[in-house]
């Protein structure tokens, strides 16, 4: 066992000094080479046999899923995350008994609940958030994910993207940024119920663009029912009253007959 | 025969102190004989009685009375018999030598049968639970749930299902749950490999009960999603089903089926169980208020609920006049009882249908308010709070929860009139669904109707019909000369 992990040490070694010079393509091949490495051990899940090396072999692994996890947000990758997250779950449930808590796992877990948040999957975000225990709700990456979910569920956008300067971590910025897009979308579809109008100025404000340029642009891709006028842009327009509304004559025939049906029925 | 005449010479050597003993013991003993029936003729019917009956003495079961019965089904000195004697207490030497001097004299030699056998598991099995030994209950349950592996009769399944209860039971009170999970999933295999239904339906609820109890509710969906259903033998293991369903439901957000599961499960459960019923009512109360409408107050005053429920009721106050400042101090007051109800996650949640019910009442109340008013009066106390009112009444505009218009310029929001609601086709709508359920209601009343089978036998003699006639003959002319006579 022991030139084994040896040889997994070194290579995760070099794996880790390119993660740093954000040197992607050699990190992706490193990592897929130490995971089938990593097919080696026998003490990882899903066997967790007691081989004379578990600790120091379970310790790697964990450290080199988390690392893959880091990785996959630089590169942006979603669904590279999802899988080494999940690979990565049991170390932190099943084998944290016999393992030191690692440094980065209340980071690694609020980014999975940011994600979540992200690509709008709010059951599964309640799931994982009933299975950490009290001290972990207090742990400031997880209560910043857990508070930016009661304030888009409130309706607070304003709140959502001001907790965007509020980052615990530099890697949360990516997933702030796709949520900054979500909210975007969910603003202008309530400023179009709410508002009947809004300035340039006011919309450019609300909707946090930096230049009037891009809020126009942005109307003409997103929203093209929306009217400019003298500056102003109205979201309805004047919408002409129904004339009179149609009796749904048909559907009133139907219920009657049925009425009519039934009673006879009833001796 | 033999049976009665032991019966009746065993009270009289035993000494005075025993003196209630032999009842409960000739209770047993009669149980013991109506298991040894219903195995020889395979009725499940008769072994569902013997453990209701036995669920009755419960109370009554004192380790020497367990050391008698035990001698009297299993023969002394046989293995299963050292097995589960040696579970039992050693409590008064004298006593046991003196019962079992005497019965042993006198009961022939039998062979247990494996009915007996569990159904002795089951009792020693109770009794420890009930005397709190809870390290032995566990010894003893897994010593019975190995032997029950090798056995595959139909008529063990009831007691099976019984002690499958039990083994969880002494399990989750030592606090191991996590160690019995594997035996549960591959006792429900077994289960449904030999189509034991009930046996399956109790092994499932322990297992949703198991991945609960560590909040795993993804694991116990996943399970609950791919086992296989079908009609509930048991009414209490139909309840349990149905609340661990709502719980599933509720953390998933859908909060609709949850509310009619818990709902459900509350109405169904006896009226004994008022824990389990307490539970129910907690969370549907909670479920409700997260679907926005608020539990009446006839729900917190029911017998028996009132102090369990307090908490829940003064949260229903806060949430349904709209304060959150009222409603932060409810939920920290009682945040002890919250966390031990697990209920803590959802209650976050409701802050925001605090603030909905809130602006709610704003909106009726006011035809023109400044959003600086709306936020002071919603009490919102976070750094910027116009901007985070606008943003909020503009997401309840935008789901339908008031009907307004902002006012930017002005800062101010404006409610529309409601119209008069009869104009349109509103009450229609909801006329014709009630009446669509009371017609409904009596079709299927009418199609339930039994009559008494025999009814039609009676078929009227022919002299009987001439009678009749007759009657009916004289009635309609008496009846004709009266019409005269009333002038």
Known sequence: MDPQLTEVSQLFERFKAACVREDVDTGSNLLSKLKVMLTGFRSLPPLFEDTPNAIHELTLARDIYEHAVLLSVKIGDQDAFERDFFQLKPYYTDASGRLPPSSQEYMILGLNLLRLLVQNRIAEFHTELELLSPTALENPCIKHAVELEQSFMEGAYNRVLSAKQTVPYKTYDYFMDLLAKTVRDEIAGCSEKAYDYLSISDARQTLLFSSDDELLQYINEEHPEWEIKNGVVIFQKAKESAPCKEIPSLQLINQTLSYARELERIV | ?487
Request: hydrophobic residues 40%; charged residues 25%; contains cysteine.
């Open chain 2, 1 to 487: 025969m033999t049976e009665d005449v032991e019966m009746k010479e065993l009270p009289a050597p035993s000494n005075s102190a025993t003196s209630s003993s032999p009842s409960t013991l000739n209770h047993l003993k009669e149980i013991a004989s109506l298991i040894e029936t219903g195995a020889y003729a395979r009725e499940v019917r008769r072994i569902v009685r013997a453990v209701r009956l036995t669920m009755a003495l419960r109370r009554k079961l004192k380790a020497q009375v367990l050391c008698a019965f035990l001698n009297f089904a299993l023969s002394p000195g046989s293995e299963p018999h050292n097995r589960l004697a040696a579970h039992l207490p050693k409590e008064d030497e004298h006593e046991m030598e003196f019962d079992t001097a005497t019965s042993v004299s006198q009961s022939p030699v039998k062979h247990p049968l494996p009915e007996l056998e569990i159904y002795c598991y089951l009792l020693v099995l109770i009794y420890l639970i009930d005397q709190k030994k809870y390290s032995e209950a566990k010894a003893c349950s897994s010593a019975s749930v190995a032997r029950l592996k090798n056995l595959n009769r139909r008529t063990v399944d009831v007691l099976a299902s019984r002690l499958y209860f039990y083994y969880s039971l002494s399990y989750e009170l030592t606090g191991d749950l996590a160690e019995i999970r594997g035996n549960l999933l591959a006792l429900h295999r077994i289960a449904t490999l030999r189509h034991d239904e009930l046996g399956q339906e109790t092994l499932l609820n322990l297992l949703l009960r198991n991945y609960l109890h560590y909040n795993l509710y993804d694991q116990a969906e996943k399970l609950r999603s791919k086992a296989p259903r079908f009609e509930a033998h048991s009414n209490q293991q139909f309840c349990r089903y149905l609340f661990y369903l709502g719980k599933i439901r509720t953390i998933q957000l859908e909060y609709t089926d949850a509310k009619e599961s818990l709902l459900q499960a509350a109405r169904k459960a006896p009226v004994a169980a008022l824990g389990f019923r307490v539970q129910c009512n907690k969370w549907a109360i909670i479920v409700r208020l997260l679907l926005g409408e608020i539990p009446e107050r006839t729900v917190f005053m029911q017998k028996g609920m009132e102090n369990a429920l307090r908490p829940y009721f003064e949260l229903t106050n806060a949430v349904r006049i709209g304060d959150l400042e009222l409603f932060k101090s409810v939920a920290e007051k009682f945040s002890t009882t919250f966390s031990s109800d697990r209920t803590h996650n959802l209650i976050v949640r409701l802050r925001h249908n605090v603030i909905r019910t809130g602006l709610r009442n704003i909106s009726i109340s006011y035809s023109r308010i400044s959003l600086a008013d709306v936020a002071k009066k919603l009490r919102l106390d976070t750094a910027n709070p116009v901007a985070d009112a606008e943003s909020i009444v503009a997401k309840a505009i935008r789901d339908g929860a008031i009907d307004a218009t902002i006012d930017h310029a002005n800062g101010w929001m404006v409610s529309k009139e409601t119209g008069d609601i009869y104009s349109t086709n509103e009450p229609q709508i909801a006329f014709n669904s009630r009446i669509a359920f009371c017609l409904n209601m009596h079709n299927d009343a009418v199609r339930a109707l039994r009559f008494p089978p025999n009814s039609h036998k009676e078929k009227e003699s022919a002299e009987k019909r001439r009678e009749r006639q007759q009657q009916e003959q004289e009635l309609a002319k008496h009846i004709a000369e009266e019409d005269d006579d009333e002038f």
